[in-house]
């Protein structure tokens, strides 16, 4: 017949695997290409890097202000305003000062204090109409007899009274006393204040606060 022949040859057990074995010995013998990368060896930092995503809270957290109860006569700082040492952020109605000192007096009428404050209320009011000058100086100078002379919040006191009454020549002895007691009790911060109204007093300009 003229169809494809197929060839059988016979083979025994050993003869399969020695067949096998020159077969793997084959596949063995082929090369195969291997590529090694170097690098120099170098010394460095260590770098670790942490990427988070988030809000970022302080470890600790400080409330720092402070309390005046009053009422509030205008607001000259907004929300997220920068604001300096020294910068006036809001205003009171000093009248209900004054009335609390006039109180504080009529209970106590020798009560330095009260003296003192009433004094330079009425000396330094925004508002005209809230200032005497001449009441102040009497009120002052009672509260500097009363503390010995050498509180230099009083004497600043007396000093800035006599500015508002028209004396410059006493304010500046008085301005010049309040400036050595707190330079010999360290009051830096209160010395550097009663330097800055004494050159108004130079100036022949009385203090009033804004």
């Known amino acids: 017949m003229g169809g494809p022949h197929k060839l059988i040859v016979p083979m025994s057990t050993g003869s399969l695997a020695l067949f096998t074995m020159v077969a793997i010995g084959c596949q063995l013998g082929r090369r195969e290409t ?26 600790k957290a400080v409330a720092i202000g402070s309390q005046v109860p009053g009422t509030i006569q ?52 925004p508002d005209a109409a809230l200032r005497n000058p001449t009441r102040a100086v009497d009120l002052a100078e009672r509260a500097v ?40 009790q360290g009051m830096q911060a209160l010395w550097v204040e009663i330097r800055a109204r004494r050159q108004l007093y130079e100036r022949g300009l009385p203090y009033v606060a804004k």
């Open 145 to 184: 007899a009363r503390s010995a002379g050498n509180d230099p919040s009083m004497l600043d006191t007396l000093a800035t009274a006599r500015a508002a009454a028209g004396d410059f020549e006493g304010a500046l002895r008085d301005v010049d006393a309040a400036m050595k007691a707190a330079d010999s």
């Open 34 to 59: 291997v590529d090694l990368v170097t690098a120099v060896v170098t010394r460095g930092d260590v770098v670790r890097r942490v990427m988070v995503s988030g809000t970022l809270q302080p470890a």
């Open 74 to 125: 205008s607001i000259d700082a907004d929300f997220n305003d920068r604001v300096r040492a020294g910068q006036i952020v809001a205003r009171l109605d000093p009248s209900i000062y004054r009335a609390r000192f006039e109180e504080a007096l009529a209970r106590v009428p020798d009560a330095s204090g009260p003296l003192s404050g009433l004094a330079w209320v009425l000396a330094v009011a």
